[in-house]
């Protein structure tokens, strides 16, 4: 089973930036399609982006496109998630997924094989 490690969280102005990483263990994550979600307090968790084990064909919600960048580094077996222009309402607790197969579903949250513990990312205006 492979475990996930996220860092990377702190507290940011508005229009800063911050860089996330998703640090995997006990297994190779070149086996996962890997994802970011996040909750902000009071909320329900929602989907952030998403890559499949090759790198390609990433997904990004909306509210994020353009401003969010995911990648991996197998060899590192480690995820990032770039985060440009940061606004307020992108406060949230943020957290690493794996699930072995990629889909539509993946944007759910539904089937994961594993979880982060979560990293808090505070976005002052």
């Known amino acids: 089973q492979v475990q996930l490690v996220e860092s990377g969280g702190g507290l940011v102005q508005a229009g800063g930036s911050l860089r996330l990483s998703c640090a995997a263990s006990?297994?190779?994550?070149?086996?996962?399609?890997m994802g970011w979600f996040r909750q902000a307090p009071g909320k329900e968790r929602e989907f952030v982006a998403a890559?499949?084990?090759?790198?390609?064909?990433?997904y990004y919600a909306d509210s994020v496109k353009g401003r969010f960048t995911l990648s991996r580094d197998n060899a590192k077996n480690t995820v990032y998630l770039q985060m440009n222009s940061l606004k307020p309402e992108d406060t949230a607790v943020y957290y690493c997924?794996?699930?072995?197969?990629?889909?539509?579903?993946?944007?759910?949250?539904?089937?994961?094989?594993?979880w982060g513990k979560g990293t808090l990312v505070t976005v002052s205006s």
């Open positions: 997924a794996a699930r072995t197969w990629y889909g539509g579903s993946y944007s759910t949250g539904s089937g994961m094989d594993a």
């Open positions: 006990g297994r190779t994550i070149s086996s996962y399609a």
């Open positions: 890559i499949p084990w090759n790198g390609g064909n990433i």
